[in-house]
């Protein structure tokens, strides 16, 4: 009923930029929550950052100062523009997002399929 569909992961030297994109699509009435995660090699997924409907961000501290989470609610769409990037921040981003659908009275988390970001040193 509700797909996220990720892109602009790839390879990028350590000091370099990715812009990764997640668009949701199907019977959405909101979305709340949206967020990026990753999962390096070995690791458990973390949270990289999420932002709320109202715009509150939220970062873990690894990316602080590095990384930006946007959304465009028109579009249904979240951002996250990485900078600085170094080899540590190699890992599979997954984009995650709270979903209303209509006729449903909850928020049910939805999931995309990931896209691989690989920094170089």
């Known amino acids: 009923q509700v797909q996220l569909v990720e892109s602009g992961g790839g390879l990028v030297q350590a000091g370099g930029s990715l812009r990764l994109s997640c668009a949701a699509s199907?019977?959405?009435?909101?979305?709340?929550?949206m967020g990026w995660y990753r999962q390096a090699p070995g690791k458990q997924r973390e949270l990289v950052a999420s932002?709320?409907?109202?715009?509150?961000?939220n970062y873990a501290d690894s990316v602080k100062g590095r990384f930006t989470i946007s959304r465009d609610d028109a579009k249904n769409t979240v951002y996250l523009q990485m900078n600085s990037l170094k080899p540590e921040d190699t890992a599979v981003y997954y984009c995650?997002?709270?979903?209303?659908?209509?006729?449903?009275?909850?928020?049910?988390?939805?999931w995309g399929q990931g896209t691989q970001v690989t920094v170089s040193s």
């Open positions: 995650n997002a709270g979903v209303r659908i209509w006729g449903s009275r909850r928020y049910d988390d939805y």
């Open positions: 932002i709320t409907s109202g715009g509150i961000t």
């Open positions: 199907g019977s959405i009435f909101s979305i709340n929550v």
